[in-house]
């Protein structure tokens, strides 16, 4: 993430509420990397996970971005390509919350994220390192400049 936001990658995060209050949660990732989380504390939990890439890919399923999902659970995820409706219908579905969320203001202690980089590559994979902790969020919009 922080290699795309050099890139002028635009990313919009929407986490839930618990984010503000956890020492360390994908809002201090995010902060770390340079982006700017936006958090939505009208809606008790943050269940519902997608990713839009590009306006193009869509990410979605029970699939968190830790490193127990990537070893032990069985989850799964689904990359949709080529479905421009779809995509329509997941970018408006981030949109929603991100129009009534506010900007993440806690800043993270300098080099203490607790998070590892976590990537998505050009064919959908998406990979942690041993040491990733959870991004567990609404919606993930990126796409390019």
């Given amino acids: ?10 990313i919009r995060a929407v986490l839930d509420k618990s984010n503000e209050t956890d020492k360390y949660s994908a809002a201090t990732f995010l902060a770390h990397a340079g982006i700017q989380p936006l958090i939505d504390d009208q809606h008790a939990i943050a269940h519902s996970k997608g990713m839009v890439i590009d306006s193009a890919t869509i990410l979605t399923g029970s699939f968190n971005l830790t490193k127990a999902v990537e070893e032990k659970n069985a989850e799964n995820m689904l990359v949709i390509k080529e479905a421009p ?34 990537t998505v590559s050009r064919n959908g994979e998406v990979r942690g390192s041993k040491n990733s902790k959870s991004i567990v969020c609404r919606a993930v919009q990126a796409s390019q400049p």
């Avoid at 922080?2 to 002028?8: D, G, I, V």
């Fill in 85 to 118: 409706e779809l995509v329509s219908v997941y970018e408006a579905n981030i949109r929603m919350p991100a129009s009534h969320s506010h900007p993440y203001l806690r800043q993270a202690a300098a080099g203490s994220s607790g998070t590892a980089p976590v």
């Fill in 1 to 10: 993430m922080e290699a795309a936001t050099k890139r002028q990658v635009k």
